[in-house]
């Protein structure tokens, strides 16, 4: 998908450029989680279950500038799918990077049949989460729970 300058890519193959600016990313999104490594993005990028996006703007010489994980899956009640770790870098933010990352997985999502999508966002992310209400998509009242393994 192109527009406004804004490339959003399916990654198919890691590169050296991807490792580097995920790690930077992923700082940006949350100051707990490890870095990934090769073998990570790989795994991810082989996975026939999530769909990872880079953006890219073209007035950056196509730096890859934010990212995204769509994750579909099959249950009983039908096709879901969910997007995971939107995040752009802090430089990029305000042109429109995390609305046409979204919009792509949102894209994909519908076009794989999903039912519905489905994201969290901290709510001290107020900038995203507008973003995702301006998306169309509704704060709905439910309980997360988690249970952490490690």
């Given at each position: 998908?192109?527009?406004?300058?804004?490339?959003?890519d399916?990654?198919?193959?890691?590169?050296?450029?991807?490792?580097?600016?995920?790690?930077?990313?992923?700082?940006?999104?949350?100051?707990?989680?490890?870095?990934?490594?090769?073998?990570?993005?790989?795994?991810?990028?082989?996975?026939?279950?999530?769909?990872?996006?880079?953006?890219?703007?073209?007035?950056?010489?196509?730096?890859?500038?934010?990212?995204?994980?769509?994750?579909?899956?099959?249950?009983?009640?039908?096709?879901?799918?969910?997007?995971?770790?939107?995040?752009?870098?802090e430089?990029?933010?305000?042109?429109?990077?995390?609305?046409?990352?979204?919009?792509?997985?949102?894209?994909?999502?519908?076009?794989?049949?999903?039912?519905?999508?489905?994201?969290?966002?901290?709510?001290?992310?107020?900038a995203?989460?507008?973003?995702?209400?301006?998306?169309?998509?509704?704060?709905?009242?439910?309980?997360?729970?988690?249970?952490?393994?490690?």
């Open positions: 998908m192109k527009a406004n300058g804004i490339v959003v399916h990654v198919s193959e890691v590169t050296d450029e991807l490792v580097e600016v995920m790690a930077q990313l992923l700082a940006q999104l949350s100051s707990t989680a490890a870095a990934l490594g090769r073998a990570d993005l790989e795994e991810i990028v082989a996975s026939p279950s999530s769909i990872f996006l880079v953006a890219r703007l073209a007035s950056r010489d196509d730096a890859i500038v934010g990212m995204t994980t769509l994750i579909t899956y099959r249950i009983p009640s039908g096709p879901h799918a969910v997007i995971e770790d939107v995040v752009v870098d430089s990029a933010r305000g042109h429109g990077v995390g609305a046409a990352l979204v919009s792509e997985a949102v894209r994909l999502a519908r076009e794989w049949g999903a039912l519905h999508v489905n994201l969290t966002s901290r709510s001290s992310r107020e995203a989460n507008r973003l995702y209400t301006r998306a169309g998509f509704v704060k709905r009242e439910t309980n997360v729970y988690r249970l952490n393994l490690r």
